[in-house]
């Protein structure tokens, strides 16, 4: 009788760990959460690259900060000063240590960090899916496969917890890694209307798409 009991409840059981396995989340559903009442984003970032081999550069450091729908800036500070700004149209690239500024036209259709920001153009551009199907408030790592080959880009993932971006790794063609690490993550900060302005400083030699135009 006990066995009889025992294998009933387990086929009781059953029906219940079924549905508990269809409603886990997706990883729409999470980028979802994450997207939810976010409109800009703060945070500190570790940056560095491992190669097919595993070998691991030197890491960069600095802080980056984010506007829906286009805008960025991201400031490196060690161990090499950079700046790059983008205003939804131009990006500006601010080599300190060269005293140079390249400026490009902003082409931000499958750039991945757009993904916290445009639900569209993430769907447009990528296929995503859950790369670990534990339904948890632990490290959660979502695989984005562009739809057109990028010369670029191979493979995104994005690590994310508690609703908040930790981690973005990019792979490419080498299948080098490029990985960034997001720490004291801030949603939607208070920026001025100005902040993702750059402003040219004096003396500094100006490059337009690779095109020498001068000092300004």
Known sequence: MKTKFTIISLLLFIPSLLIAAETKVSAEQILDKVRTDLNSLEADFVQYETDANGNRSEDSTGKVWLNAPNQFKWQYQKPIPQLIVADGKQVWVYDEDLEQVTIKQQNSQQNPIYVLLNKDQTQEHYTVSLVNKVDTDT????????????????????????????????????????????????????????????KVPKGVEVLRDGIDIGEF
């Open 139 to 198: 490290l959660q790592w979502i695989q984005m496969l562009p739809k057109k080959p990028n010369e670029d880009v191979k493979v995104v993932w994005l690590g994310i917890e508690k609703n908040n971006l930790v981690s973005l790794k990019l792979q490419n063609q080498l299948d080098n890694v490029v990985v960034f690490e997001f720490l004291n993550v801030k949603r939607n900060p208070q920026l001025a209307d100005d902040f993702f302005n750059f």
